[in-house]
């Protein structure tokens, strides 16, 4: 199976840049598209799709969220974070099945 | 609006079968996209279990595959998972999703239920 790996947690000032990091244990690239997608799920809610093949936003979701990376490296960023971005974020990989998630990037503010 | 809601017991017992029904308003299951379930465990880890085509077609995690079975009652726009032999280690939120095909994200939750397994 393809191992996600996810910071377990970031503090953040309201207002500024924050960054969080999936890492995945293979390549997921496949004719020039990443396998990765992210969710943010808020305490006691269903997790929201972000953003899907790394670096394209879903429908309704902020400009403020954007993606990139590739190969086994991705990043999610957030800028400028607000408070309702408080929320643990998950990164996916769709890549091959089974299809597998990172452990989850919790967000809080300072 | 598509919208996927789960239902089913909260509590069951170890050894016991888990039952769980997604009803799906919005969208007809057999128009197309996969049907997933999904569970997160306390301490947040995230599973992907399986899932049913709107074609019929199942597709499970091997590490659940002599357990799981995904069903369908396509006349009321219904999915299901059942799980065998549960244990306490299957205590987990468990959510229902639409599955894109071929780019295999997620763009659709329910709300997700949680279930115990205890004696």
């Known amino acids: 199976d393809i191992v996600l790996t996810q910071s377990p947690a970031l503090a953040v000032s309201l207002g500024q840049k924050t960054t969080m990091s999936c890492k995945t244990s293979?390549?997921?690239?496949?004719?020039?598209?990443?396998?990765i997608h992210w969710y943010q799920q808020k305490s006691g809610e269903q997790p929201k799709l972000l953003i899907y093949f790394a670096s394209n936003l879903a429908s309704q979701v902020p400009a403020r969220f954007s993606g990139s990376g590739s190969e086994r490296d991705f990043t999610l960023t957030i800028n400028p974070v607000e408070a309702d971005d408080v929320a643990t974020y998950y990164c996916?990989?769709?890549?091959?099945?089974?299809?597998?998630f990172g452990s989850g990037t919790k967000l809080e503010i300072k | 609006e598509i919208q996927l809601q789960e239902s089913g017991p909260g509590l069951v017992k170890p050894s016991q079968s888990l039952s769980l029904t997604c009803s799906v308003t919005?969208?007809?299951?057999?128009?197309?996209?996969?049907w997933s379930w999904i569970r997160k465990f306390p301490g947040n880890k995230m599973e992907w279990m399986g899932y049913i085509t709107y074609s019929g077609s199942t597709n499970y995690n091997p590490s659940l595959k002599s357990r799981i079975s995904i069903t369908r009652d396509t006349s009321k726009n219904q999915f299901f998972l059942q799980l065998n032999s549960v244990t306490t280690e299957d205590t987990a939120t468990y959510y229902c999703?639409?599955?894109?095909?071929?780019?295999?994200?997620?763009?659709?939750w329910g709300q997700g239920v949680m279930v115990t397994v205890s004696s």
């Open positions: 999703a639409r599955l894109e095909d071929y780019t295999y994200y997620f763009d659709y």
């Open positions: 996916q990989q769709g890549w091959e099945f089974p299809l597998t």
């Open positions: 293979q390549n997921v690239d496949n004719f020039g598209k990443s396998y």
């Open positions: 919005g969208y007809t299951i057999t128009s197309g996209f996969h």
